[in-house]
């Protein structure tokens, strides 16, 4: 079978009317028209549309229309979305096990501390753009001046604090005083931001001294603990001693309130006894004696009472017959 030769100056091209290609062309400018003229804006996000490059109108999410062919143009900005800045670090994929992108950050990580330390500090800016007009139009590059401005906050607050209060305690109020600061100076740049948080990463001392630090840090711990066990010795010892002194003061102090109501009772009873006697001096002084013969005579075990005019020896005789009887 032969093959079929194909004759290349019989080709001709299509007939194509005139009236044909000024509907193909003027589908074209309608479809352009259409495509540049019509656009829109995501719900988080605002479009802030220019007239011959000059800031004309900002339209919220949904479908917008505009000048086509140039005359107008639209830049859209994440109004309600939150954004953010890393520095010391790069994010390559933020997933369940994040990925971090290789480098050398140390040119805006590495730090000088208010106590002549040296600081590894990685943080992140968390924040939002609240004015589309003066984050497009007052700042030239509004995100570039958020970093410059973040680092240099950052570098001050961190020169005023020693590396131990970076490392350990003072991190939450690193974060605060660099949030304050930096909404401070964007307010006044005009930048149109509004920092919603500031985090501190990590804070390491740089590689070449980690050696160095994590012995100084041992040795801080390992005065803390002495410290520590002497405190709790101290503890132990000093409050028993404390109250121990403590009872023997209450003791003495009960003992002379004793001794002293005591006296003062005696005291009492005496003069009591005194205005009784100056009443009836006689009658009480009989009383008295009578009160003491009493007291006395009853220790006294046998008792002879004779009449002072009574002579011989006759009354006696009863008393030898009861010693005898007594065996006495």
Do not use: C, H
């Not at 950050?105 to 003066?134: C, H």
């Not at 070449?208 to 709790?232: T, Y």
């Not at 003061?249 to 003992?255: F, P």
């Amino acid at each position: 079978m032969a093959q079929q030769q194909f004759d290349l100056n019989n080709i001709k091209p299509p007939n194509i009317s005139g009236k044909t290609v000024k509907l193909v062309v003027a589908s074209i400018l309608v479809l352009w028209f259409v495509m540049s003229s019509v656009f829109t804006i995501e719900p988080e996000e605002v479009g802030v549309v220019l007239t011959f490059g000059k800031y004309s109108r900002t339209v919220q999410p949904g479908l917008n229309f505009k000048i086509p062919f140039g005359v107008e143009t639209m830049q859209k900005v994440p109004v309600k979305r939150q954004l953010k800045e890393e520095f010391g670090f790069k994010t390559a994929r933020a997933d369940v096990r994040t990925r971090y992108m290789p480098g050398n950050f140390k040119s805006e990580s590495l730090m000088l501390t208010g106590d002549l330390n040296a600081a590894q500090v990685e943080w992140i800016v968390q924040y939002r753009i609240n004015d589309p007009y003066l984050y497009l139009f007052k700042v030239r590059n509004a995100k570039q001046t958020l970093r410059d401005v973040t680092e240099a906050v950052m570098r001050e607050v961190v020169g005023d604090r020693t590396v131990n209060e970076i490392i350990t305690v003072g991190r939450q109020d690193i974060e605060i005083t660099v949030s304050l600061k930096l909404q401070e100076i964007l307010t006044q740049y005009e930048t149109g931001i509004k920092i919603d948080q500031v985090i501190l990463q990590d804070v390491n001392p740089p590689d070449e001294v980690k050696a160095s630090f994590n012995e100084v840090n041992e040795a801080e711990q390992e005065k803390e603990k002495l410290i520590n066990q002497a405190k709790s010795e101290y503890n132990k010892v000093v409050p028993r001693a404390e109250g121990r002194a403590q009872q023997q003061i209450e003791e003495a102090r009960g003992y002379a309130l004793e001794r002293v109501n005591n006296a003062k009772g005696e005291a009492n009873r005496f003069t009591a006894l005194y205005k009784e006697y100056a009443k009836a001096r006689e009658v009480t002084r009989q009383r008295m004696y009578l009160e003491t013969m009493e007291e006395i005579l009853s220790k006294v075990g046998k008792k002879i009472i004779t009449d002072n005019k009574a002579s011989g020896i006759l009354p006696l005789f009863n008393y030898n017959q009861e010693v005898l009887k007594n065996g006495k």
